[in-house]
Structures are given as structure tokens and as C-alpha cells.
């Protein structure tokens, strides 16, 4: 007998017309569809008229209820595996059951569709190239900056989850770890409230301050850190190297820029040079 297939399948993040046809069509094909809450997936599933036997399986059951699954799946069942929103394992449980799945060979096949990190990363004016995604900060405070610390020199944008309640204070704690970094809030994405604050920590903490109650998902995309024309030198190396491989100087700018998340004008500013004008965006 063939195993069944464990389906990793991205859910709506807010509104549910964000569902791939291929999604639908696995969830009403699935022989289980197991997910966080419950009552949260029947809704999805009830407005796509899809009657499938649902099972919890979230960060308190996972260890056990991965064992049901895995018994499922080598009995020859399909499994969907779905979060409360978006991509399952981003923040969200799974792991145990998908790093068991791919040990004893069964097939562990992604569908792929919402994502907030994504989401909010491509609205943010932020360079996108290379990001590091660190998932929630810690909730106390002198572990959130500790973390914030050790993301300091990393020189990518970085994207974090957060949690209404905690905003001001995280907030707070990238403007004195971190600095005045540009900074983008995607709140309530793709729901009714959707909104966008951009800007320096300092001025979004400013503007929640005044609002009666926060509310709704948070995803904060903070900028990377900010250059001196001194830490340039492996951006020239760099350039010089596609040169050597056979590019123009003006191709060899281009997909330096590319590979750094960096705008083309900023490198040719620095080691442009010879090139007859500046590359346009």
C-alpha cells in the first residue's frame, strides 16, 4: 500500500477570495484536513462548500496528534495540513509532523499562497533582495532586546511578527537597539482595516499613542542598516568580480544591485565609474 501525500496548504490571512483554485481543489480532495483551530478552518472550508473530516493539531497536541497523522498518512490517507492563516510552519506549528513525514519517506508536498511575511514585505518600500525573518520577538522585554542585539549587524531587511499588545513597547526597543531605521507596520493585511504605517520607529509609536485601543496582526519590516561610503569596498570587489566574468560594467552593476537588495543608482554612486550614466530603476 502507498502512503498518502502530506499537503502543506497556505490559507487565506484575511480574505478568503486569497486561495489558489489548486488549494481548494486539495482541501475538498483530502482524506483529513488537520489545522490549529478548528472552528476557524470549517468557516474557510464552509464557504468553499468543502465537507472534510477536520482534526486539531496545534502547539499543544502537535507531539501527540503528529503520531495519528503519520498512521493516517502510512495507511495510504492524504493529509492537509492548514494554519489558523497563511503558509503552515511560518511561526505557526507543523514541524514535528512534516520532519517525521519526510523521515520515512512520505511524500510532504507544498501548496503555496498567502503569506503576511510576504505580504508585508513587498508593501513596504523596503529593498526585498535578501531579508531575515525572525518570526516573534521575545515577549519580555530584556530578551526582546537582546535579540534585537544580536540582529543588529545583520545587513538584510528584517521582518518580525507582533502582537498588538506589545507594539509600543517593541517599538520602543528597535529605536534605542537598532537606531532610526525606516521602519514599515502592515496591520490587518488584506482584511477590511487594512493599513500601512511607514517611518521612523519613533513617529509610529507617536501615532498608535494616540489611538483609543490598538488592534489587529502586526507585521513590522524594519530597513537595513545604514551604509558608509566606507563599508563600499566589497561593492567594487564585487562589481569588479562580474567584470572579470565577462559582464559590462554597467550589466556587472546591475546584478550586483540585484544580489544586495541595494537600488542601482547606489551602486553605480559608488562604483559606477566608467559607466556612461546611472542605470534607471
Request: glycine share 12%; hydrophobic share 40%.
Given at each position: 500500500?502507498?502512503?498518502?501525500t502530506?499537503y502543506?496548504v497556505?490559507t487565506p490571512?484575511?480574505?478568503l477570495?486569497?486561495?489558489?483554485h489548486?488549494?481548494?481543489?486539495v482541501l475538498r ?5 488537520a489545522c490549529?483551530d478548528?472552528?476557524?478552518?470549517r468557516?474557510l472550508l464552509?464557504h468553499?462548500?468543502?465537507?472534510a473530516?477536520?482534526?486539531?493539531c496545534?502547539?499543544?497536541n502537535e507531539a ?5 497523522l503519520l498512521?493516517?498518512?502510512r495507511?495510504?490517507?492524504s493529509?492537509a495540513l492548514?494554519?489558523d ?5 511560518v511561526?505557526?506549528?507543523?514541524y514535528?509532523l512534516?520532519n517525521?513525514a519526510i523521515?520515512?519517506?512520505?511524500r510532504?508536498?507544498?501548496v503555496?499562497?498567502p503569506?503576511?511575511?510576504l505580504a508585508?514585505?513587498a508593501a513596504?518600500?523596503m ?11 521575545p515577549a519580555?522585554?530584556?530578551?526582546r532586546?537582546?535579540a ?10 528584517l521582518?518580525f511578527y ?6 509600543l513597547e517593541?517599538?520602543?526597543d528597535?529605536?534605542?537597539?537598532l537606531?532610526?531605521r525606516p ?11 487594512e493599513?500601512f504605517?511607514?517611518g521612523?520607529?519613533?513617529?509610529l509609536k507617536?501615532?498608535l499613542?494616540?489611538?483609543p ?8 519590516v524594519?530597513?537595513?542598516?545604514e551604509r ?6 566589497p561593492?567594487a ?9 565577462g559582464?559590462?560594467?554597467m550589466?556587472a552593476?546591475k546584478?550586483v ?6 537600488a542601482?543608482?547606489e ?6 565609474g566608467h ?7
Open positions: 500500500m502507498m502512503a498518502g502530506l502543506l497556505a490571512i484575511g480574505n477570495e486569497d486561495i489558489t489548486r488549494a481548494v481543489r480532495e483530502a482524506g483529513l484536513i490549529e478548528t472552528r476557524r478552518t468557516k464552509s468553499y462548500g468543502i465537507h473530516a477536520v482534526v486539531s496545534h502547539e499543544h501527540r496528534r503528529s503520531e495519528e498512521g493516517r498518512l495507511a495510504g490517507v493529509v492548514v494554519s492563516a497563511g503558509t503552515p510552519l511561526s505557526d506549528p507543523g514535528r512534516v517525521r523521515q520515512e519517506g512520505i510532504v508536498e507544498p503555496p499562497g503569506s503576511a511575511l508585508a514585505l513596504s518600500g529593498p526585498a533582495g535578501e531579508f531575515y525573518f525572525a518570526g516573534f520577538l519580555k522585554g530584556a530578551q532586546r537582546r534585537l542585539e544580536r540582529l543588529k549587524q545583520v545587513d538584510a531587511t521582518v507582533e502582537a498588538p499588545h506589545r507594539i517593541t517599538l520602543a528597535i529605536e534605542a537597539v537606531g532610526p521602519l514599515a507596520l502592515g496591520r490587518e493585511i488584506t482584511k477590511i482595516h493599513e504605517l511607514r521612523a520607529p519613533a513617529g507617536e501615532i499613542k494616540t489611538r485601543s490598538i488592534k489587529g496582526e502586526m507585521t513590522l524594519v530597513g537595513r542598516p558608509k561610503d566606507a563599508d563600499f569596498g561593492l570587489e564585487a562589481v569588479a568580480a562580474c567584470e572579470r566574468g559582464m559590462t560594467r550589466d552593476i546584478a544591485a540585484r544580489q544586495r537588495g541595494l542601482k543608482r551602486v553605480y554612486r559608488v562604483c559606477g559607466a556612461a550614466a546611472p542605470p534607471s530603476e
